[in-house]
């Protein structure tokens, strides 16, 4: 999601007066590239959320000095550079951000931005999940989440067996659509029955 400039313009003016919901739309904005950069500078995701929160309290208690003749983003980005930099200056007095650093560095198994995807694609889903119908999602959350089968929790919820697959089959047709209409059909695999 991209502003127009006229757009960004007017949510950096209402910043300047301190207008919650304009600092709120920004960060929705922006919150995922921030950590994303910060991620690939630091590789620990703890310190990554880290220096994306800190960015965003930054700009909230700066925001009557924010320029609208220039990109919010790049500010941001500024201000997370800078905060990433100061951690790895830290890293050297400081050991446990020194074994952050080093622990997330030895792992292999999931660069950043593999771990930026399987976030965001969780966060998707969890979207989705949340706009299933009571019944449904509770149905859900029971046979992906806790492990029953559908015999399980037809017999839990004194509901037949076909009741429980017919939610299912709609959850994941729900889950999928949303995640198409979304542009997040990253993990989609996992997800079929």
Not at 76 to 94: D, G, H, M, V
Not at 101 to 108: N, P, R, V
Not at 142 to 154: E, H, I, M, T, V
Request: hydrophobic fraction near 40%; glycine fraction near 6%.
């Amino acid at each position: 999601m991209r502003l127009s400039t006229i757009g960004e313009i007017e949510l950096l003016e209402k910043l300047k007066q301190q207008n919650r919901a304009a600092f709120s739309q920004l960060y929705n904005l922006y919150v995922k590239k921030i950590y994303a950069y910060a991620l690939g500078i630091l590789k620990s995701p703890v310190l990554a959320e880290d220096v994306t929160q800190d960015t965003f309290v930054k700009l909230w208690e700066h925001a009557a000095s924010v320029r609208t003749d220039r990109s919010v983003q790049g500010f941001l980005f500024t201000i997370a550079r800078n905060l990433a930099l100061n951690i790895l200056k830290q890293a050297s007095r400081e050991t446990w951000i020194s074994d952050e650093l080093f622990g997330h560095a030895l792992d292999q198994s999931e660069d950043g931005l593999q771990y930026t995807e399987r976030r965001q694609t969780g966060e998707f889903i969890g979207k989705a999940i949340a706009q299933l119908p009571p019944q449904r999602r509770l149905i859900y959350d029971l046979c992906r989440n806790y492990g029953y089968s559908y015999k399980q929790a037809a017999e839990k919820l004194g509901i037949k067996d076909s009741t429980v697959n017919s939610q299912m089959v709609k959850a994941l047709k729900t889950i999928k659509d949303f995640m198409v209409r979304n542009g997040a059909l990253l993990l989609l695999l996992f997800y079929r029955s």
